[in-house]
């Protein structure tokens, strides 16, 4: 319910406005020397601070992360244990009153509503579990997935590729702050591409690569769609332009790895992942909420795609 | 690993080119009377006899199912036990020499260049595991679940929504038709929609509906995308679109169901779901390759996505 | 609910009475040669042909396999595909009439009652799921799990070595002859030793070797009881018995190995596993029912002892 | 791996020796009051302050927990909100110097050695993750569980029934206190018995109830064996004995319920379960080791023989 991997696994808890978020890690090996540099990186990048389309509350989030298990501190590295890796980040700058007109109200395309009718109870200020605040705590064991994968060759990069319909990177800014001024939000996709994957991850029928990436994707806050390679913007495309070379002569299985997104028959073909994840425009507008809201929350999802990426993957590789 | 569900599970099996396929059904209640004409019918839409876009192998596709265990016949009926119902369909029509040129070659686009990497050794004759005739399979259990939904309250309908860009349904037929005579292929898109949802099904973090759905549809053959409510194609539309009304005042959360699929936060609102599922241009172009190949396996999918939405509502409303 | 492993997984299907029993194997790798004859022999020793203690009605089973898919024939061998192995055994000497009695009745300690209740239906004859026919075919699969084992160096070996309270082997077939002319039943214990075992084996803390192994025993029909190295029958032996030499000096960890059973923490220590495995006396007494029944089912249980160990043991091994 | 359960699960962390040892419970229905009295009663008898057999270190352990998420205060009670429960007790009074002579030494029987050759790095102080003190972190959620079963009318109660082969309760403390002075240790055996079960947990052939208590009693440090109803003691006993009464006659399904522990065919039977645990004499003798150690380890074992027991059949019943 709270725990996404079953080999390399991630047990996630906390509220947003509770004493702290935090969670477990499984799945590390032993004498794994743990780069905090990096998790703090994917962290910050996950704050958004001084990002266009960010909530200002973003600059005062500080994610000081607590080790309560699994590691060792040997020369001034952090080392793992193989056992379980428990961690936590208390919550700090809390500002309830900002929520206090959410006490009576719903918000349309929240999921307080259905929190409220499902559990009988909510934690109104900022969400509670469904608050973006949670995914911090899967940063930190996706940057642990990261550099595992990177000692294995495999890079996860992943980049905002469209603000609304606009696709032109050079004015993602304008458009993010002009959205902000007006209290608006807006959409956005984020493209992952995964560099160095060996052939065969995957099974051919019910673990599909695919269906695992997908599956990760959806749990993100907001993601509303998934594509890999061939996506809803290539149905102008036919077979013979895809397969067929322009000799018309079959093309060889890795000719055209842009449409098959690195996956053919539910495992990597050994060419780069690439997919792309649609982000819905952030349910919470500053014109009519009080509070500090992100305008466009596909930006922060940026390193939180490349954390659920590693986290599928890493716990893929370790099964296979 | 050929198995889905974990409390009405089918676990799949069988080469198309072997000597039979088939599955096991397990959490099927003790007592349940199974209607043979609605699985006929789902195993129909599936075959694709006699529809545009379908390979004419279809025609003599005549799926018999043979019941193994886990059901007895009493006064006429088919009653299952409660234990596990395994099922055999044999393969019949094997038309083996269709298939000889692709013994030397891989077609680009599918898996049996990564299943011969993979495993060394593949079937080469219609793709053994890789090939939609394993989906027979699935669809008998989906007929299975669909019945059990329906009990429930709980209708399930998916239909061809997109021939490539197409979207106009009276012109599907001739467009379909085009493409098949010119031996090429084409991508489309499939709705599918599920009334009578209960509020509250799925997990707001780690076993989201919404993840487990795009899981399900993206192990279909082909699928290579998902989206719900709010899609790829509603870039375009900002907050303020979807979650105020016309006076400026925010919505009910229940106004504007089309955005929002019938998920928030992971779990069922209690409005209809609504979802689609992109399928890719066939790989096995009838102008390269000698046999019988579909134009547009989106035509054949409906049933497909009919099938797994059931397995994995069904499924997940027997945990909840 | 009828799957054991996750890895190396063997669902099982098929009442006793029915049409056939039969089961699903997936994780056996492509180009795995399946050796029949140790599959026969196991199935020979479990059918209990011409032992004491066990049925008549063992004479007449003959456990024919067909395989359904999975599996290629190659130069007269049978050869993996690296896609689920199905397979049926199809029942046949059905004699119903043995078991009218128990259309009315039910027997104290057998499942038929339960089944009544918790089902609303039950198949009287011959048990339904509850026979022990169920375990054919489990041996089917554990027959290919140890042939994959012995490969790898670890060989597993059952034997009786209790009959009620006799543990002299020369005096076991005299007892088991005179229970069974009295119409009477007798309990028994089985145990079962692995050789070559690799260090490590396990996890420490919820997946424990000991604690699969245990929960694959107890599943075995009339399995009351389980023990590795230390028993029961030790409880007589103090720490300085077992952890100190002659000389009053702790011993080598890998000294005391009949104590350990092979196991510490929950993880294989490299030495060769031992444990027993209880069997109660049968409840259908052939002096009460009408019917062939077996005196004693331990004496059939231990190629089924063998093949859970083996299904137990391959599956951790593929994880690990 | 370090997880117990599937729909009321517990993932414990923490090393023996580190920072904090703990836990995260999901599965706890929102609006759920919590217990404190009943879990720090439990925690009490799990320290075994004062009690005979027990390491005195017992006394100084005060096991305070933290909660972390997944609860509110209201009106001074504890209350669950529905999402995952995490907690920690902070490790104190931690004699590293006790365990000084482990640096160098691997204990017979004792889990050191393997974790040295598994994991090439050990935590020698206490056992790390093989330490009793683990088990600390499953009481809190097995107390929980517990309070949520007595709720259903589910009552467990366990109790030490056998020190070595003694098993007359009245001479347990003077024997504990001989082997206790002695700086030996003995086994024991510890009894549970649960009142309320409703009929039917526990699935036919993979899943059974007796599998599912095996598992979980076996993951306790220390247990070597399992055996409910008819145990390794009662091989003297004919079906005869079991299934007629006195007149010969066929008794009912219910007459025998010590026989069967409450579990026919793998399912409950609607009569109390009783089953029975075996420990080993403790590995760490105070005669060769430094440091204060438990001469019975069934003593401290019998809260954690409930807790396993709880946390197994809230799961199987969430479940079921």
Known sequence: MNTFGSHFAFTSFGESHGRAI?????????????????????????????????????????????????VVC??????????????LIRNTD??????DILKT????????YVYEKKYGIRDYRGGGRASARETAARVVAGGIA???LQKQGIEISARL????????????????????QSGDSIGGVVECEVKGMPLGVGEPIADKLSSHLAFAMLSINGCH????????????LRGSDLYIDSEGRSRS??????????????????????????FKPAATLTRIYKGRHDACIAVRAVSVVETMTALTIKDMITEY
């Open 22 to 70: 935090g969670g477990v890690i499984e799945g590390v090996p032993a004498k794994t020397e743990i780069y905090l540099d990096l998790i703090t990186e994917m962290l910050g990048r996950r704050s958004g601070v001084g990002m266009k389309g960010v909530s200002p509350r973003a600059m005062s989030e500080m994610d000081e992360v607590e080790w309560l298990s699994g």
């Open 74 to 87: 040997q020369d001034g590295k952090l080392v793992a244990l193989g056992t379980p890796i428990a961690f």
């Open 94 to 99: 809390v500002r309830s009153q900002d929520y």
């Open 105 to 112: 109200t719903f918000r349309p395309g929240h999921a307080d």
């Open 146 to 148: 990261k550099q595992l």
């Open 161 to 180: 590729v469209a603000v609304g319909e606009e696709t032109d990177k050079n004015k993602f800014d304008d458009l993010l702050r002009a959205v902000q």
């Open 225 to 236: 769609g998934f594509e890999y390679g061939y996506g809803f913007d290539n149905l102008g």
């Open 253 to 278: 299985p890795l000719d055209e790895e842009v449409m098959t997104g690195g996956i053919v028959g539910g495992m990597s073909d050994g060419t780069p992942l690439r997919f792309r994840c649609l």
